[in-house]
């Protein structure tokens, strides 16, 4: 069996062999049940859309900007929960409108947009209180400290440092 580092499996993986390796690594640690428990749905829910995305080439970061590569840096930019509750609502609309609307990058690209299926996102959101309906009603700061731990956690992992 060959290893491969989380930058090797972000860009060119699919979900179930990212996830494996997560997982293995959360089992290897030291971090309580709580924490491993909470961190691999983040993970389901932010793969679920970051991977077709990159399967679309229309990566693109919290700020609109477009990437050419899921990396660990972008994988972990879109942990924190008001950017993945942003990201439901560009998502979509633009499922609404078939194409990708609200980023940066150039039209062309846009408009080669396949729409994703949400269900994963929307169910983990569901799960923090975060409304889908309205973009402007806020969640409990509660659920968006607790996605800091989950967070950090993430960024040791992703970044070999467990």
């Given at each position: 069996m060959q290893l491969h580092s989380m930058?090797?499996?972000?860009?060119?993986?699919?979900?179930?062999?990212?996830?494996g390796a997560i997982s293995s690594t959360?089992?290897?640690?030291?971090?309580?049940?709580?924490w491993r428990q909470k961190s691999l749905p983040l993970c389901e829910a932010i793969l679920?859309?970051?991977?077709?995305?990159?399967?679309q080439n229309l990566l693109f970061d919290p700020e609109g900007n477009s990437h050419e590569v899921l990396t660990?840096?972008?994988?972990?930019?879109?942990?924190?929960?008001?950017?993945?509750?942003?990201?439901?609502?560009?998502?979509?609309a633009s499922n609404k409108e078939g194409k990708l609307v609200r980023t940066k990058l150039v039209s062309e690209r846009c408009?080669?947009?396949?729409?994703?299926?949400?269900?994963?996102?929307?169910?983990?959101l569901s799960g923090y209180s975060v409304n889908l309906i309205d973009e402007w009603?806020?969640?409990?700061?509660?659920?968006?400290?607790?996605?800091i731990g989950m967070t950090s956690l993430l960024t040791r992992i992703l970044e070999g440092n467990i």
């Open positions: 930058e090797t499996l972000l860009k060119q993986e699919n979900s179930e062999a990212i996830l959360l089992e290897r640690s030291d971090e309580a049940p709580f679920s859309i970051l991977l077709p995305l990159r399967e660990p840096k972008l994988f972990l930019r879109w942990c924190d929960l008001l950017s993945l509750k942003t990201l439901a609502f560009i998502l979509t408009n080669t947009y396949q729409p994703i299926d949400l269900e994963i996102l929307g169910t983990y009603i806020d969640f409990p700061i509660t659920n968006y400290n607790l996605h």
